[in-house]
Nanobody, 123 residues
């Protein structure tokens, strides 16, 4: 059984940094693609970044050059480092894993999801 548990959300001011992590059990992080999505109040869940089983990475344009996705095979975790945070980054952040090897940007392509962690950026 695959389980994902996010941690590390919180409240920060605009311009500050914050990292969120995703602990994966039941599946190796290199066996498939992993991604971060986020959902702001009243909005649909949107793609943030993915890392493929091969290590290939893609970011949404809105977070490119500010966010960094990474995985740690020894700890079987995935991390999203967020720098230069803006109020519009406020959302619940979800990690997701797909059985396929290559990353995708659509929520329906992912098979397992974490419960989410709140990130709030004040102006």
């Amino acid at each position: 059984q695959v389980q994902l548990v996010e941690s590390g959300g919180g409240l920060v001011q605009a311009g500050q940094s914050l990292g969120v992590s995703c602990a994966v059990s039941g599946r190796a992080v290199t066996s498939g693609a992993m991604a971060w999505f986020r959902q702001a109040p009243g909005k649909e869940r949107e793609f943030v970044a993915f890392i493929s089983g091969s290590g290939g990475i893609l970011y949404a344009d809105s977070v490119k050059d500010r966010f960094t996705i990474s995985s740690d095979t020894t700890k079987n975790t995935m991390r999203l480092q967020m720098d230069g945070l803006k109020p519009e980054d406020t959302a619940v952040y979800f990690c997701a894993v797909r059985s396929g090897y290559y990353g995708r940007k659509a929520t329906y392509d992912y098979d397992w999801w974490g419960q989410g962690t709140q990130v709030t950026v004040s102006s």
